[in-house]
């Protein structure tokens, strides 16, 4: 409390105020973003999903690796130092977070997470119970890249329920992690756990893997890339409404419902923005629809050089 109360989270904004609560301890029922235990890793999700296998739930629990739905609009996971708060870094807070540390370079605004051996937390992920006869790498790239920039994606040749995702920084990975585990994709509930490997090899010269491992590091299609963008202002759990923006004048709403329809999709509303008609707000079925619409139809070419950007909504219509 000494040493957070009063301080900025961003520069000048976002300032936090700490009191004591009259509560002598804290009941969590589910672990998700509103409430989580961090000894508990067990805890169903509510909202019907199935909570963590053992063996899932032994990976998370391994030290130094803490799935947080707290990392915020910027992308860093919930630590003891916060990198936008004038340099403000506490190393010696105990209990749950204490594993963590948060380091920032100037230069880049990467952020590296290090564990308790002070050996920097994975930025891949190993994503499992995947559909096989359904993923794509491209397909994991874009959901993935809806909570940072993925540089590689690699299906396992033999295991193809299993995929490593590459993201830029271990704080992105943690983001990703916790907004999509426990998810749907193609009739599968997402399992996510930070992976062992560092970085996600690519197949040597003359060996070919049937397109399984994409390298992305230099796609156009990265949301992150340029520090301080209002994208990370808008990182939002997968939701059934979509936020749709980019839309060329001559696009209509008909035009777009028929877009989503078509993937699947059931529309059950749709509205364009009063003040600004290159964005819209659509609702589909259920959550699963959503994810994977938006897969389907983010960068669709919509005429006009207009490509549609799509991701996922706090907003209801």
């Known amino acids: 409390k000494m040493a957070l109360d009063g301080q900025n989270i961003y520069n000048a904004c976002c300032t936090l105020r700490i009191e004591f609560s009259k509560l002598t301890?804290?009941?969590?029922?589910?672990?998700?973003?509103?409430?989580?235990?961090?000894t508990r890793l067990d805890l169903p999700s509510g909202d019907g999903q199935p909570s963590l296998d053992p063996t899932m739930a032994a990976a998370f629990g391994a030290p130094g690796i803490i799935s947080s739905p707290y990392a915020g609009a910027a992308g860093f996971?919930?630590?003891?130092?916060?990198p936008q708060a004038a340099g403000l870094s506490v190393s010696a807070i105990p209990g749950a977070l204490a594993p963590l540390a948060v380091t920032t370079s100037a230069l880049t605004?990467?952020?590296?997470?290090?564990?308790?051996?002070?050996?920097?937390?994975?930025?891949?992920?190993?994503?499992?119970?995947?559909?096989?006869?359904a993923i794509t790498p491209h397909g994991l790239f874009i959901l993935f890249g809806v909570y940072g920039d993925v540089l590689r994606v690699k299906i396992l040749f033999n295991k193809k329920e299993n995929a490593l995702v590459q993201m830029a920084d271990a704080a992105q990975a943690q983001l990703a992690m916790s907004h999509l585990s426990g998810q749907r994709l193609?009739?599968?509930?997402?399992?996510?756990?930070?992976?062992?490997?560092?970085?996600?090899?690519l197949p040597r010269e003359g060996h070919e893997d049937q397109g399984?491992?994409?390298?992305?590091?230099?796609?156009?299609?990265?949301r992150f890339k340029k520090p301080?963008?209002?994208?990370?202002?808008?990182?939002?759990?997968?939701?059934a409404t979509l936020h749709l923006s980019n839309i060329p004048p001559s696009i209509t709403e008909d035009d777009l419902k028929s877009l989503f329809e078509n993937t699947g999709s059931t529309v059950k509303a749709f509205k364009f923005f009063q003040k600004d008609r290159k964005m819209a707000l659509i609702q589909l079925g259920s959550v699963e629809e959503a994810i994977l619409a938006l897969i389907q139809l983010?960068?669709?070419?919509?005429?006009?050089s207009h490509h549609l950007r799509v991701s996922f909504s706090k907003s209801t219509i």
Do not use: C, W
Not at 111 to 119: E, P
Not at 212 to 222: A, E, G, I
Not at 228 to 239: C, E
Not at 298 to 304: D, I, Q, R, S, V
């Open 25 to 38: 301890s804290l009941n969590v029922k589910y672990n998700n973003d509103k409430s989580r235990d961090f």
């Open 77 to 82: 996971a919930t630590t003891i130092g916060f």
């Open 109 to 133: 605004g990467r952020m590296a997470i290090t564990g308790m051996d002070g050996n920097p937390v994975s930025s891949v992920l190993l994503v499992s119970n995947l559909n096989p006869d």
């Open 186 to 201: 193609h009739g599968r509930v997402l399992r996510i756990a930070v992976s062992k490997h560092q970085t996600v090899q």
């Open 212 to 222: 399984l491992t994409k390298d992305y590091s230099n796609s156009p299609l990265h």
């Open 228 to 239: 301080g963008s209002k994208n990370f202002l808008n990182i939002f759990p997968p939701s």
């Open 298 to 304: 983010h960068n669709t070419e919509l005429g006009e």
